[in-house]
Structure formats: C-alpha cells, structure tokens
C-alpha cells in the first residue's frame, strides 16, 4: 500500500487515541499463561497484532476477533509448534515476548528470531541474562534465524532477585511473565516503568499475581502456581499515537483536539514543545477502562515555533519516551533556530531523519546517534519509499502532509504495524491523503 498526500493544508478537528500497540502485543503473550479463556478489550485491527494472533493459531490457540475489537482466546489440551507461523512470527519482533509463556508450558522449544523494525542491532540480551536467573536460558539469534529455549528451572521455576542492565519494556514484561507462575517473590530491580509495562502488571493482578511497586524502578512480584480462569483485559491507549497527532499539529499549524490521550507518559513532550513555543490546552483526567491510566484530552493551537533551548534526548520513564523522540524531528524543521536530536538508544534509527532531507528539510547527522536540524524550511513534495520502521516512517507522513503539492509515500506496511485506519483518520481532520496500491 501506498499514500497520495496533498500536502500543505491546514487540519482541525477531533481525533481520539486508540488504544496502544506495545500494550496490546504484551497481553496478547500474557493470554498464552492463562488456561482460562482470556477477552482483550477493544484491541487495535493493525498489522502487528494479526501477525502475532496468526502464529497464536498456528499452535492451537483459538482466536475470535469481534467487530468492536474484543478478542476471546482460548488456549488448546496441548500445545504444538511444530506447524508454527514462521513467517509471521519472523514479521515482528514482539514474538520474543512468547518466550517465558512457553517455557511454562512446554519446557523446551524453538522459537523463529524476531526482527520487526530495521533500528541497527537490538540485542536480546537484556532480556537472557535476566530469564537465565529464573531458570530459563535462551540460546542461539537472530542471525541463526531461530531461538532456542530450555526451562532448566521446571515447571515451576525458581525465584531470584534481578537487577536489570538495561531498563527495556519487552525485557522487563519477559520476567514478568516467567515470576508470574513462579511460586513465591522474583525482584526486579531498574525495571522499566513505561506504560506497557503498568498495563501487563494490571493484567498480570487479574491473573491472580500480586505486583508491588507497578509504577516505580523496582518491581516485587509474587507468583502462583498456575493460572487457570476467565479472564478479561483492558489494554490502555497509546501515547506514541497521540505524539503523532500531537506532532502533526505542531508541525502543520493547525488546531486539533487529541481525546484520551494518557497524559502520565506525555507531559515531559508536551512541556519540551512547550518550551519551543507550542501552545496547548490539557483537560481535565479520568481513568482508563483498566481503572489505572490517566487520560485527558489535548488541545493544540498553531504557534510561533523556536527551537528547544536544550537538546531533546529519550530516557527511561519519566523521560521522554523512546518511540516519541522521532516526532520532534518535524517540528523542528518548523522552529527558528538549531535543535539538537539524540537518539542514543538506537544505532541505525536518527540516519531515517536525513528522509525529511529529500522534502526540503535541513537535516545534519552528526553521528549514528545525534541530529542537528535547522529551521524554518518550508517543506516540498517528494516520492519517497517509506523507512522500513514505524516511527520513522511517521515522521515522513508528517512531513508530507505539511509539504506543499503531492507527496507519494510507498509501502507503508511499517505505519500499518501500528496504526489502523490511518488514512481515513486523517481524512476526517481534513488532510489530503489516499491510500492506493
């Protein structure tokens, strides 16, 4: 698939945050713990999640997807890799998180590597050295194409204290899930805290796994020997969504009311912009359908726009998140000034900002890891093949619908892993976009 873009219009309207694609995948390999039937609610129709419910399949599990989202699964007598969804499996990185449930269930086991986005080498290892202490130990990469793993622990496993190296979302919601059916207390300290990561451990508490500390670097979990029931989840919604709108805001000028937007996780964003002259407006909070996430609507105003007075840099939560830091490149395009981007996480994402380059931008790469842009450039048309990940890739679709005259993203596949019915969301708020074969 591929986007016509008339850019350079001016966008209004309301548009509501759906709900999140990183909580959605982690409850997705949390269902495969419970032996019970698991209900998700309102789950996003994107790609990520249909490759993962396609290897779900593949090994037993029956899925059934209603029209308002809610998916129901129910786990089979036994379970059987042996005809799994390779393919799909290899279409997203997200399939690592299946790694502890399956060790509960079956002990031993291949696994295809997951790739998903092309961000430089992402390692794995935070991940192995923590299940290792758990009694589960990961062999082979991604380079050998599969995993392979072996629960030296039993079933049952065993219970460790854990200091996590690196503070990775997947990583931590893989311990999670390998204490939640270990008898007894695992924890984990320098855990993430990120939304994702609240949203498995709420789901995790449903399940019947006390978690103390959900919210905070250091997490104490209390696991059971098994879980065995009906189960309902309520993933929240996703503030890397509403970044993007957020952004596209900013960056073309316009007023738009952002709805349900989990605040906690966007307020250090939306005080930078602020700092770089963004006007907006944030509503009063209620609670999320999972009776824990802070939401509130956000309203954005056309403003003046300078550059940040300091570097812009992703940190662990509370800093500004990881999968947000890319939507700051556009808005700097539109700033007066120099603004610096550093994305030390990853090695091979900050050379997918020099795309905005080719419509017009002012884009320097310092290094692997850090951007300088200058702005204001009044950004142009361009056909430009889309980066083969998501939020770069985004970042481009803003850039296009800012840029004057008709844009052609090609194979947008990596913005349909996380975002459904794009197109036609954008439509509504008046922007000039088609989605053509």
Same mark, same amino acid.
């Given at each position: 698939m591929n986007y016509k873009i008339q850019g350079g219009r001016k966008l209004s309207g309301v548009v509501q945050t759906n709900i999140s694609k990183n909580a959605a995948v982690a409850l997705l390999a949390a269902s495969l713990l419970n032996r019970g039937t698991t209900t998700l609610r309102k789950m996003p129709h994107i790609e990520e999640v249909k490759r993962l419910l396609e290897v779900m399949e593949s090994i037993g599990m029956k899925i059934e997807w209603a029209e308002n989202g809610d998916i129901r699964i129910t786990p089979p007598e036994k379970f059987d890799l042996s005809n799994i969804n390779t393919a799909s499996a290899q279409r997203t990185r997200a399939i690592a998180l299946?790694?502890?449930p399956l060790a509960h269930l079956? *002990? $031993?086991f291949e696994l295809p590597a997951p790739t998903g986005c092309d961000l430089g080498k992402r390692s794995l290892g935070a991940h192995i050295d923590a299940l290792e202490k758990l009694g589960i130990k990961v062999t082979g990469n991604e380079d050998a194409h599969s995993y392979h793993v072996e629960n030296h622990? *039993? !079933? @049952? @496993?065993? /219970? /460790?204290?854990?200091i996590m190296y690196e503070a990775s979302d997947t990583g931590v919601e893989n311990v999670l899930m390998a204490a939640a059916k270990v008898p007894g207390e695992t924890t984990i300290k320098f855990a993430s805290a990120n939304y994702m990561v609240q949203d498995l451990c709420v789901f995790l508490q449903a399940c019947g796994v006390s978690i103390d500390g959900i919210g905070t670097s250091t997490l104490v979990v209390h696991g059971v020997k098994d879980i065995n029931a009906d189960i309902t989840g309520y993933p929240s919604e996703d503030p890397i969504e509403s970044m993007f709108f957020v952004s596209l805001a900013a960056t073309t000028g316009s007023e738009l009311t952002i709805e349900r937007c989990p605040i906690d996780f966007l307020e250090l964003e939306l005080y930078t912009l602020g700092q770089m002259g963004l006007s907006y407006e944030i509503g009063e909070r209620r609670v999320a359908d999972n009776g824990r996430a802070a939401l509130a609507d956000v309203v954005i105003r056309p $403003?003046?726009?300078?550059s940040a007075p300091e570097k812009i840099a992703a940190?662990?939560?509370p800093g500004i998140n990881i999968d947000n830091l890319p939507f700051f490149v556009p808005v700097a395009t539109q700033a007066t000034g120099e603004t610096l981007i550093h994305?030390?996480?990853y090695e091979g994402r900050a050379k997918y900002y020099m795309e905005m380059n080719k419509l017009g931008a002012n884009v320097e790469l310092l290094d692997m890891h850090r951007a300088l842009i200058k702005g204001p450039t009044k950004l142009h048309a361009a056909d430009v093949e889309a980066p083969p990940a998501l939020r770069p890739a /985004?970042?481009?679709l803003i850039g296009m619908l800012a840029a004057e005259g008709e844009s052609t993203l090609r194979n947008v596949y990596p913005i349909n892993r996380g975002y459904a019915n794009l197109a036609e969301r954008l439509? !509504?708020?008046g922007a000039g976009i088609e989605a053509v074969e």
């Amino acid at each position: 698939m591929n986007y016509k873009i008339q850019g350079g219009r001016k966008l209004s309207g309301v548009v509501q945050t759906n709900i999140s694609k990183n909580a959605a995948v982690a409850l997705l390999a949390a269902s495969l713990l419970n032996r019970g039937t698991t209900t998700l609610r309102k789950m996003p129709h994107i790609e990520e999640v249909k490759r993962l419910l396609e290897v779900m399949e593949s090994i037993g599990m029956k899925i059934e997807w209603a029209e308002n989202g809610d998916i129901r699964i129910t786990p089979p007598e036994k379970f059987d890799l042996s005809n799994i969804n390779t393919a799909s499996a290899q279409r997203t990185r997200a399939i690592a998180l299946f790694i502890p449930p399956l060790a509960h269930l079956l *002990g $031993s086991f291949e696994l295809p590597a997951p790739t998903g986005c092309d961000l430089g080498k992402r390692s794995l290892g935070a991940h192995i050295d923590a299940l290792e202490k758990l009694g589960i130990k990961v062999t082979g990469n991604e380079d050998a194409h599969s995993y392979h793993v072996e629960n030296h622990a *039993g !079933k @049952g @496993g065993r /219970t /460790t204290e854990i200091i996590m190296y690196e503070a990775s979302d997947t990583g931590v919601e893989n311990v999670l899930m390998a204490a939640a059916k270990v008898p007894g207390e695992t924890t984990i300290k320098f855990a993430s805290a990120n939304y994702m990561v609240q949203d498995l451990c709420v789901f995790l508490q449903a399940c019947g796994v006390s978690i103390d500390g959900i919210g905070t670097s250091t997490l104490v979990v209390h696991g059971v020997k098994d879980i065995n029931a009906d189960i309902t989840g309520y993933p929240s919604e996703d503030p890397i969504e509403s970044m993007f709108f957020v952004s596209l805001a900013a960056t073309t000028g316009s007023e738009l009311t952002i709805e349900r937007c989990p605040i906690d996780f966007l307020e250090l964003e939306l005080y930078t912009l602020g700092q770089m002259g963004l006007s907006y407006e944030i509503g009063e909070r209620r609670v999320a359908d999972n009776g824990r996430a802070a939401l509130a609507d956000v309203v954005i105003r056309p $403003s003046r726009l300078v550059s940040a007075p300091e570097k812009i840099a992703a940190r662990p939560y509370p800093g500004i998140n990881i999968d947000n830091l890319p939507f700051f490149v556009p808005v700097a395009t539109q700033a007066t000034g120099e603004t610096l981007i550093h994305d030390w996480v990853y090695e091979g994402r900050a050379k997918y900002y020099m795309e905005m380059n080719k419509l017009g931008a002012n884009v320097e790469l310092l290094d692997m890891h850090r951007a300088l842009i200058k702005g204001p450039t009044k950004l142009h048309a361009a056909d430009v093949e889309a980066p083969p990940a998501l939020r770069p890739a /985004t970042l481009l679709l803003i850039g296009m619908l800012a840029a004057e005259g008709e844009s052609t993203l090609r194979n947008v596949y990596p913005i349909n892993r996380g975002y459904a019915n794009l197109a036609e969301r954008l439509q !509504k708020l008046g922007a000039g976009i088609e989605a053509v074969e």
